[in-house]
C-alpha cells in the first residue's frame, strides 16, 4: 500500500468533523440566547404584572420577543412563563 494516497481522505474527515462541530456550536448558541430573551421576557412579564395585571404582562412578552404562556398571581405575587422561539422561562415579582 502506497501511502501518498491517504492525505486526502484524512483530510476529508477532519474537514467534515470541524464543520459538524461548528454547526454544532451555533446551534447550541442559538439555543443559549433563546433561552437569555426567554428569561428577559419572563422578568419583564412578570414586573408589569405584579403591578398592572396579566393584560400589560402579555404586552410586555410580547415586545420582547415572546409570549406569555402563563399567568398566576396569588395575593400581591405573580409568577410566570414566557416563551420565545421554543425557549421557556419562569420569573416571579411581588407587588411593593
Do not use: I, K, W, Y
Not at 476529508?12 to 447550541?28: D, P, S, T
Not at 398592572?52 to 415572546?66: S, Y
Amino acid at each position: 500500500m502506497e501511502p501518498r494516497g491517504q492525505a486526502l481522505p484524512l483530510l476529508a474527515v477532519v474537514v467534515a468533523l470541524a464543520a459538524l462541530v461548528v454547526l454544532g456550536l451555533g446551534r447550541l448558541g442559538a439555543v443559549v440566547v433563546a433561552r437569555a430573551e426567554a428569561q428577559t421576557a419572563a422578568d419583564a412579564a412578570a414586573l408589569a404584572g405584579a403591578r398592572l395585571g396579566r393584560p400589560v404582562a402579555e404586552q410586555l412578552a410580547a415586545a420582547n420577543g415572546g409570549r406569555l404562556v402563563s399567568f398566576a398571581a396569588a395575593g400581591r405575587e405573580v409568577e410566570v412563563v414566557a416563551e420565545v422561539r421554543g425557549e421557556q422561562a419562569r420569573a416571579r415579582a411581588r407587588r411593593a
